[in-house]
């Protein structure tokens, strides 16, 4: 079964909240992100990792991805040397691995080409900023074939209806981008809509706000709080990751 | 099947979700009161009276003489804050306020679109927020110092280049911040549906108006091309008219149709400067409303069908051209505008040719720029 799938569907039968974390493929070069890779999955500090794909103009993204996006591409990062670099640990990884990527170094590097070395990679499910559900059919068919699942996201800004589709067409689970201000009335709205469980995407969480709406949905992922941390510390941002992801998980799982 | 929002393989809705739903708002309010008698009234009224349209066609003895064809420059630059943005602006702030909208934002490079913004809004009474490269700062004072004057918030924007790809990148998200209450009004034929298709419907009366003015029936259509709105106006009402040849000029530096590929950047599918892996280049041109890296997606598709065509001329055409104009016609043109008529001046042409230039602005912007470039 697809990695991301299993651990989604674990986590729900143990009635387990998850975790997932966004990092910034070759980022901050090729080899440290192999082995902050490494040490995360080693370590089992998350679920499962949403690894980026920089892009020149990152228009969904804050400052902080922003940066590292550009200093990612600056060093030559590109979809094709991400998914090999992932490709020669494959072995060695058993953390399930998001591919996020916005559509048009997807579409110009060749989308068949591009899923076929994803999955050879490692990686279970795609999602992309911008490709909304009346755009995702340009990926579909490949990403099938591949048997990579395809997520979508919602938000506060979506309607009730539409919730309910993208939720019904989302592969494993929902992408809800809320912040710490939407309310757990909202939550439990989208979670009683939401066909598929639901984990709010955001860039970062005090572990307190992280309890409260891991309380609410099925779990959280964060956006940029690693690549804060990785990009403020000077040397051991390793023990950093460490203390901050158990902090979080602490307070998730001990709902 | 026929995609909503498409144009062949072209065009589309490439944002993110938080912009799905104003985009499914706009496009029912932009299909709903562009046939209302209320708005079409006011739009026109406003157009006619407050934007000073008609404006003229006048034909152009001198370019007729050196070009040995008949050359008729379509005059933009004589509207109200002197160029065709004017149009657009009119028609979404209307919209925005009909539909209970207080506040608009934009993005500019040239400084004429965010200055016709800042324009609508302060008639109509919105709040007015127009995102702007630094580099375009610089290079368009006179129009940052017009938008404040017009009561408007000029924000800065230092990623990248600092040009307008960067502006309309930092307008996206803002307007992500607040869809419900913000109207993005966008200023060419670009962006995700319904844009391209609304600043084409605003822009449209361009080429309906020169179709009442020449005498007879044009051979040539002749447009610089940025995002692609100028050159949408004057195309569009003479698309049936085969006969009629169509044809966008681009800055060399950021000719994005003639030069590049297909991909999706802000909200469509259409030709970009690109490199091999998907990345936007950034463009160079010394007219900053031509300085963009993408173009409307329905350009794309006119390309593809073969109904226009697309090429580019290099800032010294444009510069000469510029220069002769204000010399020999008493029209000072904008940079942009120049590349059109710089085209023209280089190409040879028949007699019995009928060139129609849209004259898309006027050039008082860019006095820096060509004093800087020696043309003074
Ligand atoms: C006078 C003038 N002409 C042309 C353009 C290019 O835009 P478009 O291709 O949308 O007409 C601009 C853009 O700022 C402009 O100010």
């Given amino acids: 079964m697809n990695r991301v799938e299993k651990r989604i569907n674990e986590l729900k039968k143990k009635k387990e909240k998850g975790l997932g974390f966004f990092l910034m493929g070759n980022w901050p070069d090729k080899d440290t992100f192999i082995e902050i890779l490494r040490f995360i999955d080693s370590k089992n ?30 060093k030559g990062a590109t979809l094709e040397k991400i998914l090999k670099n992932l490709l020669s640990v494959r072995e060695e990884i058993s953390i399930p691995l998001i591919l996020k990527t916005y559509a048009n170094p997807l579409y110009v590097s060749g989308i068949g080409e591009m899923l076929s070395l994803a999955k050879e990679s490692g990686i279970s499910a795609i999602i992309i900023p911008d490709m909304p559900l009346e755009e995702i059919s340009l990926v579909e068919e490949q990403a099938r074939k591949n048997k990579i ?36 009335l909202e939550f ?3 979670l009683a809509l939401s066909e598929k469980p639901v984990y709010s995407d955001f860039g970062k969480l005090s572990p307190e706000q992280a309890g409260a709406i891991a309380h609410s949905l099925d779990g959280i992922i964060m956006g940029w709080a690693l690549t ?8 051991n941002f390793f023990k950093e990751i460490e203390k901050f992801a158990i902090s979080i998980r602490k307070e998730i799982k001990e709902i | 099947m026929v995609r909503k929002g498409y144009f062949g393989g072209f065009g589309g809705q490439f944002v993110p979700e938080t912009l799905m739903e104003a985009l499914v708002i706009l496009e029912k309010n932009f299909s709903s009161l562009i046939k209302s008698p209320g708005f079409k009234e006011e739009f026109q009224r406003l157009l006619a009276d407050y934007a000073g349209r008609p404006t003229p066609l006048y034909y152009s003895e001198k370019l007729s003489k050196l070009t040995k064809a008949e050359v008729f420059l379509k005059r933009e630059d004589l509207s109200h804050t002197g160029s065709h943005k ?18 608009i934002i934009a993005e500019t490079g040239a400084g004429q679109h965010g200055v016709a913004s800042a324009t609508a809004a302060a008639l109509l009474d919105l709040e007015c927020s127009v995102f702007m490269g630094r580099e375009d700062m610089r290079r368009q004072v006179e129009n940052v110092v017009r938008m404040k004057m017009l009561g408007a918030e000029v924000l800065p924007v230092d990623e990248g280049d600092a040009t307008l790809k960067e502006a309309v990148n930092a307008a996206l998200r803002k307007w992500s911040e607040d869809p419900e209450n913000i109207w993005y009004l966008l200023g060419s034929c670009v962006g995700p549906h319904p844009y391209p298709e609304m600043v084409r419907e605003f822009q449209s009366v361009i080429g309906r108006e020169v179709k009442k003015q020449v005498p007879a029936k044009p051979t040539h259509l002749v447009a610089c091309i940025g995002g692609g709105s100028n050159s949408m106006g004057l195309f569009y009402p003479f698309i049936e008219d085969r ?25 469509a599918k259409t030709y970009l400067l690109q490199d091999k892996v998907g990345q936007i280049s950034p463009t160079y041109s010394v007219a900053p409303g031509l300085d963009y890296s993408g173009i409307g997606p329905v350009h794309s598709f006119l390309k593809s069908t073969g109904r226009a065509i697309y090429l580019n001329v290099g800032d010294s ?31 040879s042409w028949k007699s019995s040719d009928r060139i129609v230039i849209c004259l898309s602005g006027r050039g008082e912007k860019d006095m820096e720029t060509v004093t800087e470039r020696g043309q003074v």
């Avoid at chain 1, 679920?47 to 902080?64: E, K, R, T, Y």
């Avoid at chain 1, 996201?153 to 939720?167: D, N, Q, W, Y």
């Avoid at chain 2, 004017?86 to 506040?103: C, D, E, F, S, Y």
């Fill in chain 1, 149 to 184: 699942g395809v997520l979508l996201f919602a938000g506060p800004t979506t309607s009730e209806k539409r919730l309910v589709k993208i939720s019904s067409k989302t592969s494993f689970f929902l992408s809800y981008t809320a912040s710490h201000e939407t309310s757990s």
């Fill in chain 1, 228 to 235: 804060e941390i990785i990009d403020d510390s000077e040397k």
């Fill in chain 2, 317 to 347: 055409s444009a510069l000469k051209a510029f220069s002769w104009l204000a010399k020999n016609e008493g029209i000072i043109p904008a940079l942009e505008s120049s590349h059109a008529i710089g085209w023209v001046m280089e190409n």
């Fill in chain 2, 243 to 267: 006969e009629v040849k169509m044809i966008g000029v681009e800055a060399t530096g950021s000719a994005s149709i003639s030069r590049g590929q297909p991909g999706i950047f802000h909200g």
């Fill in chain 1, 45 to 74: 500090l998350a679920d499962f990792l949403q690894i980026g794909v920089p892009f020149s103009d990152p228009v969904a993204d804050g400052p902080i991805i922003r940066k590292a996006s550009a200093q990612a591409l600056y």
């Fill in chain 1, 188 to 190: 439990e709205k989208v």
């Fill in chain 2, 86 to 103: 004017i149009n657009n602006a009119l028609g979404q702030a209307l919209m925005a306020k009909m539909t209970g909208k207080r506040k």
